[in-house]
């Protein structure tokens, strides 16, 4: 069954957001400011693109999805970065709507109509465990059946961690959630052009038949200044702390997540 994961990096769509802008303009020049693009490179360096590099399961394809108003040398940096990992194709799309959007970037990569596909979403500071696409085809195949009935089921990954890189290191704690993006896939049927993106998905509960697997770390959420849900006023602090040497340790084997990167990519200037 094909795996296909998804990123928005610092894409601005029309909507798709919870702070909203007044305009494209505003919302392009609140995406690119140095400082949030700072953060965010530093996060999807330390944490994304360590997890998609150790898959257990190679085969899968990730797209990752940036305005065609991207800055050159921010284009030309992300490229680099994912120059290494054969699995990731970087396209390039002018403003449009979220979700429109987002099923055409996609199902451009289907390339079979006629078999279920699996999608994920990543956000640019998330990451998932490194078994996660091995374990997600094993999870379908036993939730495949119910596709008889339904266009899509949801298969949840519920436990892991919300973290922060650090010039110190990883401040972390433990999480388990319903229906948290990270570690969240679909399992879309057959000739059906929905796709991950097409949801809420703390509201997947409410649209298809969920599967949820819980008792081993899998997702990673991301925490920053930065994180489109934190924006909001009532928006909780995270209680975190500095990871152990030992906790370091189980990280990147988990993750791939390597907490030296981790200091360096949140230490050098940008």
Not at 42 to 61: G, I, K, V
Not at 202 to 216: A, D, E, N, S, Y
């Amino acid at each position: 069954m094909q795996v296909i994961g998804i990123c928005r990096f610092s894409y601005p769509a029309l909507g798709g957001f919870q702070v909203e802008h007044d305009s494209i303009a505003e919302r392009i020049a609140y995406l690119y400011a140095p400082q949030r693009m700072a953060a965010r490179f530093a996060f999807f360096e330390a944490f994304t693109l360590p997890c998609l590099r150790a898959q257990t399961d190679p085969d899968f394809s990730f797209v990752i999805v940036v305005g065609d108003s991207l800055p050159q040398p921010y284009l030309d940096r992300l490229q680099d970065l994912i120059a290494d990992v054969p699995q990731i194709v970087l396209q390039q799309h002018e403003s449009g709507p979220h979700r429109a959007v987002m099923k055409r970037a996609i199902n451009a990569l289907r390339r079979d109509t006629n078999e279920p596909c699996l999608q994920f979403r990543l956000d640019d500071d998330d990451a998932v465990a490194v078994s996660f696409v091995q374990e997600l085809r094993a999870k379908a195949a036993l939730a495949r059946p119910l596709l008889r009935q339904v266009r899509s089921i949801a298969l949840d990954f519920n436990q892991g961690f919300i973290a922060r890189p650090t010039a110190d290191g990883i401040e972390a704690a433990p999480v388990t959630a319903a229906y948290w993006s990270p570690a969240l896939a679909l399992m879309i049927s057959a000739r059906a052009d929905v796709t991950v993106m097409n949801f809420s998905h703390h509201k997947l509960w409410q649209r298809m038949p969920t599967v949820t697997f819980t008792g081993t770390d899998m997702m990673l959420r991301g925490m920053s200044d930065y994180n489109d849900s934190r924006q909001k006023p009532a928006s909780k602090p995270a209680n975190m702390k500095l990871l152990t040497p030992d906790e370091e340790t189980y990280f990147k084997e988990t993750y791939n997540i390597d907490a030296d990167t981790v200091r360096i990519a949140t230490s050098r200037p940008q």
